[in-house]
């Protein structure tokens, strides 16, 4: 479950982190129809470094916050 803040919001430069991974990784691979669709980004809250995740049921180390696409795409428009 998406971890946020007691006003349900994201730190804004982690939701920015995160929105940058995975518009890039949209950019490298344009093919909709073709690519692999991830769930979210799980980020650290300390480093601002994330990587995308795919599975259902994602695992989360202790520092780590889930972004999901949906918020993401939320976020962006």
């Given amino acids: 479950m998406p ?3 007691s006003n349900g ?3 804004p430069a982690l939701l ?3 929105q940058d991974i995975y518009s ?3 950019q490298v691979n344009p093919d909709r ?3 692999r669709q991830p769930i979210g980004v799980a980020m650290n809250k300390f480093s601002y470094r ?3 995740i795919f599975s ?3 695992i989360l180390l202790p520092e780590e916050r889930f972004i ?3 918020q993401l795409e939320a976020e962006y428009h």
């Fill in 3 to 5: 971890q946020s803040n």
């Fill in 56 to 58: 259902s049921y994602p």
């Fill in 68 to 70: 999901s696409v949906e």
């Fill in 33 to 35: 129809e073709r690519r």
């Fill in 9 to 11: 919001l994201f730190d």
């Fill in 24 to 26: 890039f990784y949209c």
């Fill in 16 to 18: 920015r982190a995160a």
């Fill in 50 to 52: 994330g990587k995308l």
